[in-house]
Each structure stands twice: as C-alpha cells, then as structure tokens.
C-alpha cells in the first residue's frame, strides 16, 4: 500500500496526459458509484463549487427520481467495472436515455460503455480501488472538462502531482503521517473538516482509516458539528477520551472557519483531546485538497502497521460479496 501512496503523483500526471473522448455538453453532473470510486464525485463536487456547476454523487441502486427531469450527465465511476449499483444506475440512466459518460479498469461496466457509445476513459488495472484516486479523480475531471463543466483541470492535475511529489520525497508528509498515527494509537479518530475542500478530504481520511487500517473512524464537518456534536462530548469523559480529533485545515479557509475551528477547539479542549492540524499545500483547490489526502493515505497504512494488520486486504468486504451473491 505504500507503493500505492508513492504512485499517487504519476497517477496525477497519468490523468493529465490521457487521451479524452468527446462529451456532450452537460449543465451538471451525477456521479454514480461506491467506496474508494465514488469519493471521485465528492471531490469532483469540490472542484466545480467555484464554477457554479453542481456535481452531486450518488451511491445507491438506480437514479434519483429527479433525474430524468434534471438530465444531468450520468458519470459512472468504478474501477472493476463489475460494480453492481453502478451497472444498475447506467441501466437506468439508459432506460431514460440520459447521456452518460463512465471511468473504470474494464470490467461489465467498460463492455457496456463500448456497446452503448459511451464516452469513456479507461483507467490502468491492478490496483485496490481506494489506492487508485488518482487516476479515477483524474479520469472524472477530464471527462467533466470535456463537458464543459470544469475548465483548467490538466493545470491543477500537474501542479497536484508535483505538490504531492514534494510532500513525500521531502519526508514532510511520512513525518507527519508518523506523528499524527502515533497520537491516535490506541484511539477512535475524528476526523474534522469544513464544508468546501477540506469536506471530502475528511470523509476520505476515515474510509481509509478505516479499511487501510481495519480501524474505527468518524468524520465531522463545521460548522454543522458545532450545532450538535461539540455537546456530545461533556457526559462520559471516559469515553470522550478515547477519542483523538485530527483538523484539516485549507490554507485558503475563509475567516468565518478559521474563527470556527479555533472557537471549537477552545470549548472541547477540557473534554476531548485534539491530537493534531494538518495544513494544506499547494495553489490550486486540487492541489490544495491533494496534500491533505496524501497524509491521511499515509496516516491510515501508519494505523495498520502499529495494530500489526495487512492494509491492503478487506475480507470483511469480500465476505459481505459473497454473501450477497449467495442470497440471489
């Protein structure tokens, strides 16, 4: 997994030299798919908020009912291709003749999409999905430029190889990743964000704990926590102090956040120990959200290492598979 990580800048670069096919103008897009596939459409969300153009991810069966009267480009997203929600959504997307664009490895999915004459990208086989973000964010954005949806994606993708790039060959990003999981040994993470980049950023830094490091994680966004979670933390101390809270911070945060995370920390310091702040890096909103993923990645394979677990394994997740299929 750790090879994985050290990838993630060519993946980058990888993503913005790939050849695109063309899209049909799109308004907004709905991005179908699930775990380590479907963050792609939350950080996509991310990346077109300053645009005016909305991105919304999906992660069910099917299509929301509203979309056949929105016709948002469907952009579904899995990297087997063999996802059985996202194979459900283009069947639908189909069934209501909504455009529909697809990132993915090959797979059923990639078989569809050549039948249909759906513009797709192809991204390289052989990774775990969540170890992949490069190539399946990059693919998302490429195709949502292609749209019409996201312009100047190919700069932010390179200035985000190159961020990241420093991060881990400067040691910033390990050295930090050790401190923050040695904090968090033998504690549940928190994970705080913003609403904005930071948000997905966070999200992300718990699915990874979470199956990188077979760990417990949550994450949270202000200011939505300050109106219901900051009191969750005052009646079982005992409780509350098995707690590590990590803040992702953007250095472009405006100052109503910035006042919040202080104030926030200020009112819970008694309560629950905040074990750290991670700063991004870098100029560009990719960039930016990049260097905080990369640390988390770093974080999550930090975790596995102390509890002595594989990171890259899920046989919880295989297991569920099989049952499921078993049940058809």
């Known amino acids: 997994m750790r090879e994985a990580i050290a990838g993630l800048p060519d993946q980058l670069r990888w993503a913005a030299e790939v050849d695109t096919p063309t899209v049909e103008g799109a308004s907004e897009i709905l991005v179908c ?37 929105v016709r948002p480009l469907i952009l579904a997203v899995s990297y087997s291709g063999d996802t059985e929600e996202t194979l459900s959504a283009v069947d639908r997307a189909a069934e ?5 664009g697809v990132v993915a490895s090959g ?33 998302a954005a490429r195709l949502a430029a292609c749209a019409g949806v996201l312009p100047g994606i190919i700069d932010e993708l390179v200035e985000a190889a190159d961020v990241v790039a420093d991060l881990l060959d400067s040691g910033a990003a390990p050295g930090l990743a050790r401190d923050l999981a040695g904090a968090l040994d033998g504690r549940i993470p928190v994970v705080y964000g913003a609403v904005g980049p930071t948000a997905p950023v966070a999200m992300r830094w718990k699915t990874q704990i979470n199956e990188n490091g077979k760990w417990p994680a949550w994450w949270s966004l202000l200011p939505e926590a300050d109106h219901n979670e900051v009191v969750g933390w005052a009646a079982r101390p005992d409780l509350s102090r098995r707690v590590g809270l990590v803040a992702l911070r953007d250095r472009l ?8 995370f202080e104030a ?34 770093l974080v999550s394979v930090e975790l596995a290492e102390s509890a002595g677990v594989d990171p890259t394994p899920v046989e919880v997740i295989e297991r569920l598979k099989r049952l499921l299929k078993e049940g058809d």
């Open 107 to 139: 797979g059923e999915l990639v078989r569809r999409a050549r039948e249909a004459g759906w513009p797709t990208i192809v991204v390289p086989a052989g990774h775990q999905p969540r170890a992949a973000l490069g190539y399946l964010l990059g693919g």
């Open 33 to 69: 798919g699930m775990g380590g596939s479907a963050i792609s459409g939350d950080y996509l969300a991310a990346l077109t908020a300053e645009t005016g153009k909305r991105v919304t991810t999906h992660r069910g069966y099917g299509l929301p009912r509203w979309s056949p009267h």
């Open 253 to 260: 945060e405006t100052p109503e956040t910035a006042r919040r």
């Open 264 to 297: 926030t920390m200020e009112v819970t310091a008694a309560q629950v120990d905040w074990v750290g702040e991670v700063w991004s890096q870098g100029e560009s909103t990719l960039a930016r959200m990049m260097s905080l993923t990369v640390v988390g990645d």
């Open 96 to 100: 209501w003749g909504l455009p529909v």
